[in-house]
């Protein structure tokens, strides 16, 4: 989820945790609890940072490493301990448990988004990405400011945020139910279908897809139920030559592909040079592709240029990059 979405549920956490009787509305206990839900919630997404390295270390470590069990783990571990220093005279157990819930409470919604994490690592380093909620869900962040206020106004902060979570199961049981419609309603659709990727939107009732069959990739998008494929591209796999693997060992090009899980690539011969492309097809707007890969080679295979990354236009590519012309 977004930064604003987990600040609100460690706030909405906090004020849950007030139904636990070690607890009560006003202790040390409350205020140590408070700042650990807070802490928690976002502490896993430290890894953002990495934005300030390059977007390849984000991308192939983004929602990765601090995302999974031994991190859980070690932040629940960290900020209890930390807190504790301040609050010596409450409830040591107490405060673990609940600052604990709340970074599991955060990697265990982004598992829900179209992004994903790698929750199970060490055991596995697949990304889970359940592609039900977008990672800003409008619903979700509004109905926790709504408890908030109630809070404000007087309202019990932990029977208010009990009604909120109970809502929001429903919810993601209902966004559930919609999704496997779509799931169905491809398979009914086309044939040979091996994956579907689905994004959902920060619309209720658009999604974006990315189908894969034997023989190609179909990028479509439903919208209040109806299914519209948008464009089409025959499955060619990645040809092994030495361009390819030329460009493969280039660090922006490698973090695309342990990302991505689906995409079209394209080589171009220039007089002087080489380029090599990849297309992540999940994303598209207004009828560009903005996820992509990108990398220069010489006439001796050597990397002159690369990216990875958003970019919503080809001269803005060439222009923040400083890429050879075609």
Known sequence: MDT????????ALGGLATLDPAIGINSPTTQAVMIGTIVGSQ?????????????????????????????VIL???????????????????????????AVVLHVFVDIFNAYGTQALRPFTKK??????????????????????????????????????????????????IMQQRIFKDVREKFEDVERIIISPTIRFRQWHLAIMTKDQFFVARVVDSELVVLDQFERVPVPQT?????????????????????????????????EVKFIDLRYRSKGYYPFVAIVQLDQDLKIVSSYTGWIFSEEKLRKKLHLLPE
């Open 242 to 274: 030495k361009i390819i693997r030329a460009a493969e060992e280039d660090e922006n090009i490698s973090a695309f592909l342990s990302f991505s899980p689906v995409y079209r690539w394209e080589v171009d011969e220039y007089t002087d040079h080489y």
């Open 127 to 176: 990304w889970i990405a359940l592609g039900i909620i977008n990672t800003f869900d409008p619903f979700i962040f509004f109905i926790h400011i709504l408890g908030i206020l109630v809070w404000a106004v007087g309202g019990h902060q932990g029977y208010t945020f009990f009604s909120v979570y109970v809502v929001l199961i429903g919810y993601y049981i209902l966004r559930f």
């Open 43 to 71: 502490a896993p997404d430290l890894d953002t940072i990495l934005k300030l390295r390059n977007n390849a270390k984000y991308i192939r470590n983004h929602r990765g490493l601090t995302h999974s069990i031994p991190a």
């Open 4 to 11: 604003g979405t987990h600040i609100v549920m460690g706030i």
């Open 75 to 101: 932040w629940s571990i960290l900020i209890t301990g930390v807190i504790y220093v301040f609050f010596p005279e409450c409830s040591l157990l107490h405060l673990a448990l609940w600052t604990t819930l």
